[in-house]
Every structure is written in C-alpha cells, then in structure tokens.
C-alpha cells in the first residue's frame, strides 16, 4: 500500500475499495463547487461509480502506470491527488488533483504536489512531471505556478466541460530544475 506522511496531521494514501462511500459522499456535498471544472460529475452519481473508479486506479497502480491516492487530513479524506498516467518510456507523469470547497486555503495541495514531486524525481527517477489545468480555473493554476513548474503553452478546446469546451494551460517540471 502506498502512504507519504506529509505531516502528523496530513497524508497520502492509495484510494481503496473501502474508501468508495466515504470518497462518494465527498464528491456527493462538494458536487456544484467541482461540477466548474471537472467532466465527470454526471456520470458518478452513486458509490459504485466511485466504486469503480478506484478499481480503475488500482489497476492502474499494479500495472504501474498512474497512482491516484486520497488527501488525507486528520485522518478525513478531503480531496484526490495523483499521478494521472506514467509514462515510462518517456520518464513522464502527469499530476491531477481536487479539493473538498472548505479544505482549500489550507495549503494541502501545494504540500501534496511538491511530495508527489520529491518522489517522482526522487523514487520513481522520472525526468518530467506536467500539470495540465483550465484557462480560467485561477486556483488550479496557482499550484504549479507557486511550486516553480514552467508555463510551456495553451491547448485550445482540450477539453469538453458539460456544455462547451476550456482551454487548457499546460505547465512542466524537469527533474534538474526541481532540485535546484
């Protein structure tokens, strides 16, 4: 099982099947604050289609291809935070994350990302982290551009979001960067 302690009081842990009721009622109370900008919602509307999810991701995880882990904070999930894809052959991850509305402002994403950083670079020896966020999505961006992530370019219309499409900014780290 996969667990980086950031803190006495904050964690990442591997989502598990256990996890679906508590992680379907999350979703389920922040639903209008994630539905701005996340494509999903419509069609996660019991625990099993959590449920089935975190199978996905752990199958994910076994064939070594992505980790998505819980946002753990005094023993309370508040949010989901991972690796979306690896991509060994090129020494790549891609970073995604969401936050219950009355977590934000705490700084558990920020501290999240940059230990996800420390062991991708460090652990998993990958060369290339990319974080991919909405144009407008203000707070999205303010991780990568906080933790030092070069703004590299603009995907336009990379992404359906309900009833029309967003812009995507895309911003990568390199290994060598992240260590200085």
Not at 43 to 51: E, K, Q, R, V
Not at 106 to 111: A, E, K, P
Not at 141 to 147: D, F, H, M, Y
């Amino acid at each position: 099982m996969f667990i980086l302690k950031i803190s006495d009081e904050l964690e990442l842990r591997l989502l598990e099947e256990r996890h679906a009721e508590e992680l379907f009622a999350l979703v389920d109370q922040n639903r209008q604050h994630l539905r701005q900008w996340l494509p999903w919602l419509d069609t996660t509307i019991s625990p099993s289609d959590t449920l089935t999810f975190i199978k996905n991701a752990l199958d994910q995880f076994a064939n070594d291809l992505g980790l998505v882990s819980g946002i753990w904070y005094r023993n309370r999930i508040v949010g989901v935070i991972g690796f979306n894809s690896i991509d060994w052959q090129n020494r790549l991850a891609h970073i995604g994350y969401w936050l219950d509305a009355e977590s934000q402002g705490n700084g558990f994403v920020i501290r999240g990302c940059s230990a996800l950083i420390d062991y991708a670079f460090n652990e998993l020896e990958l060369n290339r982290i990319e974080i991919h966020c909405a144009k407008g999505n203000k707070k999205s961006r303010a991780i990568p551009e906080t933790l030092g992530f070069s703004q590299e370019g603009l995907v336009r219309q990379a992404e359906w979001l309900y009833d029309h499409f967003v812009d995507h900014v895309i911003y990568g780290m390199l290994a060598s960067e992240w260590k200085k």
